[in-house]
């Protein structure tokens, strides 16, 4: 079982910056493809980034590409999301997400193809 908490969400004004972190249990983390999902109030859960088990691999959605920066350490278990210019509709509650193990040569942008959750970070962009 793999255990997922993200940290780093807060308030900040239009196109400041804020760097979130997940910090991951277990001593497979490298073995599996991490993703950042976000939900906005009252919309679906979206996907926002990706990253393959090594790291060497990442993508985008487009309304974040050029302004976040998902990256990992593997040897600290954390995947992070850097995100900057940040626009008041990148207002929502930012998950991070694993995927078993063995699921790591490339990334996923589809909420099913993860298996592990964590509880979620408030992002709130004032305009």
């Known amino acids: 079982q793999v255990q997922l908490v993200e940290s780093g969400g807060g308030l900040v004004q239009a196109g400041g910056s804020l760097r979130l972190s997940c910090a991951a249990s277990g001593r497979t983390f490298g073995r599996c493809a991490m993703g950042w999902f976000r939900q906005a109030p009252g919309k679906e859960r979206e996907f926002a980034a990706a990253?393959?088990?090594?790291?060497?691999?990442?993508y985008y959605v487009d309304s974040v590409k050029g302004r976040f920066t998902i990256s990992r350490d593997n040897a600290k278990n954390t995947v992070y999301l850097q995100m900057n210019s940040l626009k008041p509709e990148d207002t929502a509650v930012y998950y991070c997400?694993?995927?078993?193990?063995?699921?790591?040569?490339?990334?996923?942008?589809?909420?099913?193809?993860?298996?592990?959750w964590g509880q979620g970070t408030q992002v709130t962009v004032s305009s």
């Open positions: 997400a694993s995927t078993k193990v063995g699921y790591s040569h490339t990334y996923y942008t589809k909420a099913y193809d993860y298996s592990y």
């Open positions: 990253i393959s088990g090594s790291g060497g691999s990442t």
